[in-house]
């Protein structure tokens, strides 16, 4: 018997799982290589459901076979029907936008599938009896694998051995820890807080829980777009309802109303048409964003979903944790400070801490750098050990005939009882050093310590600052994105470390315990800049509460208490050498862990959305005047004045070739304002000066008794004057390599029109047609100066108004906390 597989888009379809008895491995031994061989072979394995690239077959189907390369071909084929073969020149450009796309998008696949492969989540996988690490997908069904504090569970399956606490936040939505002991079930998709365990995959691939959750998402809705995707999509849906109707309608008035002929009638409509398809706007989007991803590659940093390039362009709010981001992730035992020496000698602390260690796995840095230092302990009979948690913010191994030992932050640990301890630990943590308190008691179980608390020693550690930190905060304060510190650890020590890397207001702090509520947390950030003991559900909250506030937020993390948070920025960046959970809910991944590279990961952002903005604003001027040009041909019984080929030149010379060499250029400017409010401003002051100037050509034809041959050759001369007007507009401030391209599509307009005149359907003028020509030549710069003047006082009312409702929702909301 055979049973079908679920395939992923990857996968070939023919795959097919054959029916494998179960081998029910020991935790110890796990599977033999051959075991897994042949699960492999028979369809087994871990391979995930939904590839993180589209194949080379949709890349190319996506830019070939499009709503808009249909229209394209059908046009082609009216101007066939006629005999109008020059015409035709605009499938070129056609075909070179779909080359384009293809190749870099696929070059952009290349890039993504070799950094996803270098950041591929690695799992400790028993085989033969060792310890193996294997990528995630080559587990098979039944692998035994070894999961510790910060390991995403990859599959399936039941404890063996160990316990461990779990967050299942990812699937279930409930933040709250899961303790997982021996038989109890475990779910892909999430994450170990603490512990360690040895647990039997035995639902893998499309079998796994997470995999079925993926599969119905795929059926529900596709992955999120950003706005600027999002409009664009409006506006292509907006012009193709359109185009048939209007089309229709263009052909009928030229045709049956004007009489023009069949040849000039679907000339002109094709041109219309044609004119109001922005067959370069997706291209220059999908490029744009593809040479953005090759770039961000060259600076190791992975892109899990595409629309974070444009979320990075928005930031104004980035949230730090403290270590691994403004410090170094190694820490170091720097001093242990007997409390009682006479009742615990420093003998008996070193041997407790060796004895702790040895029975509880040191799973964070903390515990690492204590373990280090006191890593050959006595091996004291123990019964059931607490891993540390973030909510507890301590762990506890219980020693029959000693009571319980405890390791955690001294005010968690000690609670009521800290105040004697509270200066000496200050001391310590205005140094920028972590304090951590070694305690005796009767016993301990999760969540709860029992008896009396006797402490025995302060364990003091500190992590070194990243000498790039100062730098790289200067740079985000100079560039007007506010800094938010969140971390769980004193939040004097946080200020502490935070004034050294030199983060503005870093002397601005508050403890996390103090905020009971929402209204609390909403009101602190926007009066603190540093949360010391932050519990995980509360970074979540912290950044939920700068989003509602209208802040854009980028959350950097590399721990599993920053898992959450993560998940709900705007855009999460996660350090590659942190947990793997951390890295599998983040947008981007830094590669080499350094935060240092934070600076170019946002102005990369900045510059292809920005970049992006301006060179479709060229794209929809020409959109722009050909859709209400096309209207008022309809009512008016005008002739249409332009032919597909002088579009063509247009089109190449005012806005492809100047659309490209713009998207490419360096522009780190914070993005404000909504993606299509921000590309309308920048068009309608060019289309609507074409639309004037040629309304008035048409008029003087009628005057003058001009012919429609010279109607088109005014106008196409009126439309470059506008075009290099529109990218003069655009590409300022003018450098030299701006002024370059503005001089050399000048030149190339001009040499187009004045000796290649034939090529592009002009014919000569009249004497008559010149003194139009002049006339309004002369209008173009003075209406589109005047227009350009109109919409910056209007855009410039509308962001006071907006600025004066943000002010007044900031002030209800401030009042609404002090209540």
């Known amino acids: 018997m055979k049973l079908r597989r679920k395939m992923g888009p990857t996968e070939p379809e023919n795959t097919e799982r054959q029916e494998m008895p179960l081998l029910k491995p020991s935790a110890e031994q796990g599977l033999t290589s051959a075991q897994a061989q042949a699960l492999a072979e028979a369809g087994w394995d871990n391979r995930p459901v939904?590839?993180?690239?589209?194949?080379?077959?949709?890349?190319?189907?996506?830019?070939?076979l499009t709503y808009f390369n249909l229209i394209f071909a059908v046009l082609a084929v009216c101007l066939a029907l006629v005999g109008d073969w020059k015409d035709m020149t605009f499938l070129l450009i056609v075909g070179a936008n779909a080359a384009i796309g293809i190749v870099q998008q696929l070059r952009s696949k290349r890039t993504i599938e070799r950094l996803t492969l270098l950041a591929a989540a690695k799992v400790r996988t028993v085989r033969d009896g060792k310890i193996k690490e294997l990528p995630t997908s080559a587990l098979v069904r039944e692998d035994v694998v070894e999961l510790t504090s910060g390991c995403q569970i990859p599959a399936d399956g039941p404890v063996l051995t160990g316990q461990v606490q779990v967050n299942?936040?990812?699937?279930?939505?409930?933040?709250?820890?899961?303790m997982k002991k021996k038989g109890d079930q475990l779910l892909s998709g999430s994450f170990v807080i603490s512990g360690k365990c040895r647990a039997r995959m035995e639902q893998v691939g499309a079998d796994s829980y997470a995999s079925r959750l993926t599969l119905a998402a795929k059926k529900d809705a596709g992955p999120g777009k950003g706005e600027m995707i999002r409009s664009l999509d409006r506006v292509i849906r907006f012009i193709g309802v359109l185009l048939i109707p209007i089309g229709a309608a263009l052909f009928y008035n030229q045709y049956a109303a004007q009489d023009l002929g069949l040849r000039q009638s679907v000339v002109s409509t094709v041109a219309a048409l044609i004119g109001m398809i922005p067959e370069g706007l997706f291209l220059l989007t999908s490029v744009a964003l593809a040479v953005s991803v090759v770039r961000l590659a060259q600076n190791r940093t992975l892109i899990h979903e595409m629309s974070a390039i444009e979320t990075l362009a928005r930031v104004d709010v980035l949230c730090v944790d403290k270590t691994g981001t403004v410090t170094n992730p190694q820490m170091e035992l720097r001093e242990v400070v007997p409390l009682d020496p006479e009742a615990y000698s420093e003998a008996d602390i070193a041997d407790t801490l060796g004895a702790f260690y040895r029975v509880l796995e040191p799973d964070n840095d903390t515990a690492k750098a204590i373990a280090q230092r006191y890593s050959y302990g006595p091996a004291w009979p123990h019964r059931e050990a607490v891993p540390f948690s973030s909510a507890t913010k301590w762990s506890a191994v219980n020693f029959p005939g000693r009571g319980?030992?405890?390791?955690?932050?001294p005010e968690y640990v000690l609670r009521g009882d800290f105040a004697p301890l509270a200066k000496q630990t200050q001391a310590y943590a205005e140094k920028g050093c972590r304090v951590l308190l070694l305690a005796q008691c009767d016993g301990a179980e999760t969540g709860k310590l029992h008896g009396l608390i006797l402490p025995m020693a302060l364990l003091v550690l500190e992590n070194p600052i990243r000498p790039s930190a100062p730098k790289v905060f200067s740079y985000f304060h100079s560039q007007g994105v506010a800094v938010k510190v969140i971390s769980?650890?004193?939040?004097?020590?946080?200020?502490?470390?935070?004034?050294?890397?030199?983060?503005?207001?870093?002397?601005?702090?508050?403890?996390?315990?103090?905020?009971?509520?929402?209204?609390?947390?909403?009101?602190?950030?926007?009066?603190?800049?540093?949360?010391?003991?932050?519990?995980?559900?509360?970074?979540?909250?912290?950044?939920?509460?700068?989003?509602?506030?209208?802040?854009?937020?980028?959350?950097?993390?590399?721990?599993?208490?920053?898992?959450?948070?993560?998940?709900?920025?705007?855009?999460?960046?996660?350090?590659?050498?942190?947990?793997?959970?951390?890295?599998?809910?983040?947008?981007?991944?830094?590669?080499?862990?350094d935060f240092a590279a934070m600076p170019k990961v946002v102005a990369e952002g900045r510059r292809v959305i920005n970049n992006i903005q301006r060179a479709s604003a060229l794209y929809l001027v020409k959109n722009i005047l050909s859709f209400f040009l096309a209207i008022i041909t309809l009512f008016a019984a005008f002739p249409y004045p332009f032919v597909p080929i002088q579009l063509t030149l247009i089109s190449t010379l005012t806005i492809g070739v100047p659309s490209f060499f713009l998207a490419l250029e360096p522009n780190h400017d914070l993005v404000k304002g909504k993606f299509l409010h921000n590309v309308f401003r920048r068009a309608f002051p060019g289309g609507l000066t074409a639309i004037f100037v040629i309304l008035f050509a048409e008029l003087f034809v009628y005057t003058f008794h001009l012919t429609l041959d010279e109607l088109s050759t005014i106008c196409v001369v009126l439309m470059a004057i506008n075009g290099l007007m529109v990218i003069y507009y655009a590409a300022r401030p003018l450098d030299w390599k701006r002024t370059a391209l503005l001089v050399l599509m000048g030149l190339g307009m001009f040499i187009a029109i004045v000796f290649y005149g034939s090529v592009f359907s002009l014919s000569s003028l009249s004497f008559a047609a010149w003194l139009v020509l002049v006339a309004l030549a002369l209008l173009v710069v003075p209406i589109q100066i005047g227009l350009e003047m109109l919409f910056d006082r209007c855009s410039a009312l509308l962001a006071r108004r907006a600025e004066r409702k943000a002010r007044r929702r900031t002030a209800r909301g401030a009042s609404r906390s002090r209540r």
């Open 404 to 409: 319980a030992y405890v390791i955690g932050a």
């Open 488 to 593: 769980g650890d004193n939040p004097v020590t946080v200020a502490a470390v935070a004034a050294q890397a030199g983060i503005e207001g870093a002397s601005d702090w508050v403890d996390a315990r103090e905020l009971k509520t929402d209204q609390d947390i909403a009101k602190a950030v926007r009066q603190y800049t540093v949360f010391g003991r932050v519990v995980p559900n509360q970074k979540r909250k912290i950044v939920r509460a700068l989003q509602s506030q209208g802040h854009t937020v980028a959350m950097t993390g590399d721990g599993v208490n920053d898992v959450l948070a993560l998940k709900d920025a705007d855009c999460g960046v996660a350090m590659a050498s942190g947990a793997d959970a951390a890295c599998q809910v983040a947008q981007l991944v830094l590669l080499d862990s």
């Open 50 to 64: 939904e590839s993180p690239t589209k194949s080379d077959k949709q890349i190319i189907r996506e830019n070939i």
């Open 168 to 178: 299942e936040s990812l699937i279930t939505g409930e933040a709250d820890a899961v």
